[in-house]
């Protein structure tokens, strides 16, 4: 750990020197976050007792900009406190890693490219996002083809990715959380004076495997996923929404056909906002279904839809019954520096349930309190309450549904910048 952060150093110091024309910037994101699960992601067993951690991220970010070229480096470690002995001389927990680092050079006014380990969001995050609340975020290892003028822009994506510098094949074992082995997509958006709208497509292929234990590498299957985010208002009230498809292959052997739809109407008068909404997506009937129906966001910020709790979709209910969230929410302005958040969600299941069962899943309350401590300092603490139906244990493994089931947490976050070149 000592000689990686040595390197880091002296990194950063080589970047200063390069060029007296660039700029440097440095900036720290250090946020402990203590939670405690009752019922969180999933029904609280019986006869268990709930869970209770602090878990850090501290992240060391390096932006390194010059006239047309861009490089970025982010190291992090994510760890529980107390999950390396006190005395280990190194980093036993392997919790060290490498979030960014990629460099983006402008050849055109209005052409770039990007390459390398990077985070890659857009619009609302339902399909692509940085999933910043889990403390390890998402990256991706790509090639970027990027346009842009004025109000106008398009993005080209490419990715292909081996666990090693192979001497033969290309087979990619690495399985769960939809990786993939080789990935395309095409994202265009154009902003007018009050609306915008963007159309994506993404290709994503999965190793396909054969044989009595399912190891013989068989060729790639193949996800399509497109659709458009809009934005626009009318009159006081501003309206968001999406509409995405999804097919190809659910997996090796099943053809998939799923959708997602959404709007959200927001309204503000002065330091209030209140919000309606709801999502569609679609599943698969538990009575039987020759074809995959159900609908996942894929590589999107899972986490600030459908409720905190991450019963849908955040490493879960792939392939499911699928769910419609109707949600209300309010912000109120609590003094200058803070905020506080109250939503509620009615969560139904999109598709028959086995034996004909209610498809009402269960509500969730959702409340969050922010504080701006410092100009880099921020505090948030929230509470969840889920109020399970007897047909949530039927999507959930059968756990009780008559337990209580809550979460509560507390996170201090700190992004101070550490050093600005162009700063006197």
Not at 102 to 123: C, M, P
Not at 342 to 356: G, P, S, T, W
């Amino acid at each position: 750990m000592k000689i990686r952060f040595e390197r880091i150093c002296i990194i950063g110091i080589f970047l200063c020197f390069l060029n007296v024309h660039a700029q440097l910037e440095v900036d720290a994101d250090i946020r402990s976050r203590f939670e405690y699960r009752h019922g969180f992601g999933n029904l609280f067993p019986d006869d268990e007792d709930p869970a209770a951690f602090v878990v850090q991220r501290s992240r060391l970010n390096m932006n390194y900009k010059m006239e047309k070229l861009k490089v970025m480096l982010s190291f992090q470690d994510v760890s529980v406190w107390g999950d390396t002995k006190q005395i280990d001389a190194t980093d036993s927990n392997n919790s060290f890693s490498l979030f960014n680092a990629w460099i983006e050079y402008q050849f055109h006014e209005n052409w770039a490219t990007k390459l390398g380990r990077q985070v890659i969001s857009y619009d609302d995050q339902r399909i692509f996002g940085g999933l910043d609340w889990a403390m390890q975020g998402r990256f991706h290892d790509a090639a970027l083809l990027k346009y842009t003028k004025n109000t106008f822009k398009a993005d080209v994506g490419f990715a292909f990715s081996q666990e090693s510098q192979n001497q033969t094949g290309t087979t990619f074992s690495l399985q769960g959380a939809f990786t993939y082995k080789a990935m395309q997509y095409a994202y265009v958006k154009k902003d007018w004076q009050k609306l915008s709208a963007s159309f994506l497509f993404l290709n994503t292929g999965f190793q396909k495997f054969k044989g009595v234990n399912n190891d013989e590498p068989d060729g790639v299957f193949y996800r399509q996923t497109t659709g458009s985010y809009f934005s626009f208002p009318l009159n006081a009230i501003k309206f968001n929404g999406s509409a995405y498809y999804q097919f190809g292959k659910a997996t090796a052997t099943t053809d998939l056909s799923a959708y997602q739809v959404s709007l959200e109407a927001i309204y503000k008068p002065k330091n209030t906002l209140f919000g309606f909404g709801f999502e569609m997506l679609s599943g698969t009937d538990q009575n039987g279904d020759s074809k995959n129906k159900s609908f996942f966001p894929l590589y999107g910020t899972n986490h600030k839809f459908n409720g905190y709790m991450d019963y849908f979709y955040v490493g879960n209910h792939a392939n499911n019954v699928g769910l419609n969230d109707l949600y209300a929410k309010v912000v109120f302005k609590t003094s200058p520096t803070s905020t506080l958040l109250a939503k509620a969600h009615y969560f139904v299941a999109n598709a028959d349930l086995i034996n004909n069962a209610d498809n009402y899943l269960g509500t969730e309350i959702d409340i969050v309190f922010s504080k701006k401590v410092y100009k880099f300092i921020n505090l948030n603490i929230g509470y969840s309450h889920l109020f399970a139906s007897d047909s949530m244990s039927l999507i959930k493994g059968g756990r009780p549904n008559d337990n209580t089931n809550n979460w509560a947490w507390v996170q201090l976050k700190i992004t101070p910048i550490l050093f600005n070149s162009a700063k006197k």
